[in-house]
């Protein structure tokens, strides 16, 4: 079974920074591209950041270029995202999502961890 | 950036078809998917490119897309269907996938 399981989340400051997790398992993770999408409240999805199945090559939103970096561990079946430089319209619960082909549809995601920054 | 439009709310009542529609310029050129999310749960992926449905999703969810309008239709709608429906597509000159704005179905 699929499994994707985000950690990390948590109150932060303004300007504070934070690394999220993703523990991967059910699946052989080196063979997937990988995604962080977030979520404020009572809003939509909002993707984030992607990353190809070796590492080396990563792409990232607009609005988090520069502040956020996304990341894997293929040897420990992990996915992770830093946060830095954060702003309260960060504030969101952020999912990691398992990208199925080339066409970018998201098959598997995680439940999320909540981001909340906030002085 | 690209940009996707949806409805905010599409009520339905029990029984009845349910059409949320997707707005963007040329969607019909790529490949649109669809997700559900119920309250305080991940989003779920119904429909995929376009139309294909993944194991698990009734027959009653279909999608099409075509010129600048995509359309994910909920036939013989069920109280169970009551959530929000994201859009989402690739978008390919840029790199980064875009989300539309989501619509809440409830069902009345």
């Known amino acids: 079974e699929v499994q994707l399981v985000e950690s990390g989340g948590g109150l932060v400051q303004p300007g504070g920074s934070l690394r999220l997790s993703c523990a991967a398992s059910?699946?052989?993770?080196?063979?997937?591209?990988m995604n962080w999408v977030r979520q404020a409240p009572g809003k939509g999805l909002e993707w984030v950041a992607y990353?190809?199945?070796?590492?080396?090559?990563?792409y990232h939103a607009d609005s988090v270029k520069g502040r956020f970096t996304i990341s894997r561990d293929n040897a420990k079946n992990s996915l992770s995202l830093q946060l830095s430089s954060l702003r309260a319209e960060d504030t969101a619960v952020y999912f990691c999502?398992?990208?199925?082909?080339?066409?970018?549809?998201?098959?598997?995601w995680g439940q999320g961890t909540l981001v909340s920054v906030s002085s | 950036s690209y940009v996707l439009t949806q409805p905010p709310s599409v009520s339905v009542a029990p029984g009845k078809t349910a059409r949320i529609t997707c707005g963007g310029n040329?969607?019909?050129?790529?490949?649109v998917h669809w997700y559900q999310q119920k309250p305080g749960q991940a989003p779920v992926l119904v429909v995929y490119?376009?139309?294909a449905r993944p194991s698990g999703t009734p027959e009653r969810f279909s999608g099409s897309n075509s010129g600048n309008t995509a359309t994910l239709t909920i036939n013989r709608v069920e109280a169970g269907d009551e959530a929000d429906y994201h859009c989402?597509?690739?978008?390919?000159?840029?790199?980064?996938?875009?989300f539309g704005g989501g619509t809440k179905l409830p069902v009345l």
């Open positions: 999502a398992r990208g199925e082909s080339s066409s970018g549809w998201f098959g598997y």
């Open positions: 059910g699946f052989t993770f080196s063979g997937y591209e």
């Open positions: 990353i190809s199945t070796s590492g080396s090559i990563s």
């Open positions: 040329n969607i019909g050129s790529k490949s």
């Open positions: 490119d376009d139309s």
């Open positions: 989402q597509v690739w978008e390919r000159s840029s790199d980064h996938w875009v």
